[in-house]
């Protein structure tokens, strides 16, 4: 399992050296954009609208854009004094608190934690702790140059990171529009839905839940695949360096022909006019 992270997670005097790697995984399905007319994947290019251009990646500068079409500009000088150190940060347990009152909302993702070296003691301290005393720690790290908001918890027989939102990242339920206010619900209706809930409650079973749009386009691809119902995208022909040569030595000796001046011929030379005159006795 790739290792994403490493630093100390400590609470009090006890510091335990781990490793972070990623506890979930994006399996969507990824599909390419082709060209209809030729199959041919189609290119993103970074360009720039007022010099009509590609940008390469040395001519790009980061830049916060405070008000329509005005921007701070910050290089990465800036942005380094700013960046903390990532390797070996420690982090320190805040809080400990109830899971129960954090709600869900808050959540955003969960990162495994293993212990590094000569930290496995100091780690089962930590879990044994959390379990004993069903609580959870409450820290702030940096990951990927972001300090983030976390919570340190057990799942199963091992510690997770589980990163979570500030508050002010969480939109204001007073905000969402068209929600009604207290309504006047019947009885008889209220204890039909209490029924119903009663009835499809069960114990939380993920592994019964699937994603069947993912299976059924899987299967889809497999079909076309078996069926050679595939396309092979057009390459745009690599230039054929003997012929382009050919073609340039033809051209030019074509354009030198053309250009050439043409030979001035020599003029004759007139004859002499035989002399009328005669001599004298």
């Known amino acids: 399992m790739h290792t994403m992270w490493k630093g100390t997670i400590s609470f009090g005097l006890v510091n335990i050296p781990v490793k972070m790697h990623a506890a979930t995984e994006n399996k969507d399905i990824k599909l390419r954009q082709l060209h209809k007319e030729c199959q041919s994947p189609i290119k993103y290019e970074r360009t720039c609208p007022n010099c009509d251009r590609e940008v390469k990646n040395d001519e790009i500068v980061k830049a916060y854009e405070y008000a329509k079409d005005k921007f701070v500009i910050l290089d990465d000088e800036d ?5 903390k150190e990532q390797g070996d940060k420690s982090v320190e347990i805040m809080d400990f608190v109830k899971l129960e009152e954090i709600d869900p909302i808050y959540f955003e993702k969960t990162y495994f934690l293993s212990p590094n070296e000569g930290g496995g003691k100091a780690y089962g301290l930590l879990r044994s702790a959390l379990k004993d005393t069903s609580k959870i ?43 009604p206010e207290e309504t006047k619900t019947e009885k008889k209706e209220l204890d039909t839905a209490k029924m119903l809930i009663e009835q499809l409650t069960a114990e939380f079973d993920p592994e019964k839940y699937t994603d069947d749009y993912r299976t059924a386009l899987l299967e889809l691809i497999e079909a076309k695949k078996n069926n050679e119902d595939v396309v092979i995208g057009e390459s745009k022909p690599k230039p054929d360096n003997v012929t382009n040569l050919m073609d340039a030595l033809e051209a030019s000796l074509d354009k030198a022909k053309k250009n050439k001046p043409k030979p001035v011929k020599p003029k004759a030379a007139k004859p002499k006019k035989a002399s009328t005159k005669k001599k004298s006795g």
């Not at 942005?79 to 960046?83: C, G, I, P, Q, S």
């Not at 702030?140 to 939102?165: D, P, W």
Request: hydrophobic letters at 45%.
């Open 79 to 83: 942005l380094e004094a700013l960046r």
């Open 137 to 179: 720690g409450i820290a702030k790290m940096i990951i990927r140059s972001k300090e983030q908001l976390a919570v340190i918890r057990v799942y199963k027989n091992t510690l997770v990171v589980e990163t979570i939102h500030y508050p002010d990242e969480v939109r204001q339920v007073k905000d969402v529009p068209n929600v």
